[in-house]
């Protein structure tokens, strides 16, 4: 069946601008997180929402990161006057509750290239 | 605060040369111990969850075995397509906390 799938797949931005990354999750799936991986690092927790809410936003560095989802379904992380540092490989990911033994099943991810 | 080393950073093995990769962890009561396998350009690709001391997984050539401290993903007879970086993540125990992972361990196998 599909996967979680994530647009674009690559993204180059200019310094100051605004850009905004897709996740669209497993059908089904209740629970849906946001992880940042830079070069040489393991995925850092964002945001994650169960249902429509944002049920733990603390991984979010700073008021320029913002993600909704509106429908329980599709999310968009926004990011708001970018910076070099938020240059990174943005992953989404799903699992079917929130649950401990629920394995979270991951997207490829969003290059996000800020220059 | 919750914590993931996993060593080494990288690995290099001769096709059918058995290794392990080691994941240490501290964790305020442990919920679950995850293993993910992730290639270039990919996310990561869920192998395995642990949640107690003792326990053990297995599949195909990978066995994961889990301690109160630790946790091992043994490779035994690897192949060149077992090539990949590991991750090892943690799940507390206190309400819905997310993963929390390790850097990995890059793998290449030779043939």
Redesign the interface.
């Known amino acids: 069946g599909a996967g ?1 799938s994530q647009t674009p797949s690559n993204k180059v931005t200019e310094k100051g601008k605004y850009v905004e990354l897709r996740c669209d999750p497993i059908s089904g799936h209740t629970a849906l ?1 946001w ?1 940042r991986q830079s070069l ?6 964002l945001i ?1 929402f ?1 249902g429509t809410g944002a ?2 936003d603390s ?1 979010l560095p700073n008021d320029r990161f913002f993600a909704v989802r509106p429908e329980g379904s599709v999310s968009t992380l926004k990011i708001q006057r970018t910076e070099r540092g938020d240059s990174a490989v943005y ?1 989404c ?1 799903s699992s079917l509750s ?4 629920s ?7 969003t290059r996000l290239t800020v220059t | 605060e919750d914590q993931v080393t996993q060593s080494p950073e990288a690995l290099r093995l001769q096709e059918g040369e058995s290794s392990s990769l080691n994941c240490s962890y501290t964790v305020s009561g442990l919920r679950g111990l995850f293993w993910y396998r992730q290639d270039p350009g990919k996310g990561p690709e869920f192998l395995f969850t642990l949640y107690s001391a003792g326990e053990e997984k297995e599949k195909e050539r990978l066995k994961a075995t889990l301690t109160k401290k630790e946790s091992f993903l043994h490779i035994t007879a690897p192949k060149p397509e077992d090539s990949a970086t590991y991750l090892c993540a943690v799940q507390a125990d206190s309400g819905n906390t997310p993963l929390v992972f390790g850097k990995g361990t890059r793998l290449s196998v030779i043939a």
């Open positions: 979680v997180y992880y040489g690092q393991g995925p850092e927790f994650y169960q049920a733990d991984g992953l990911a929130s649950s401990y033994n394995p979270l099943h991951f997207g490829n991810g």
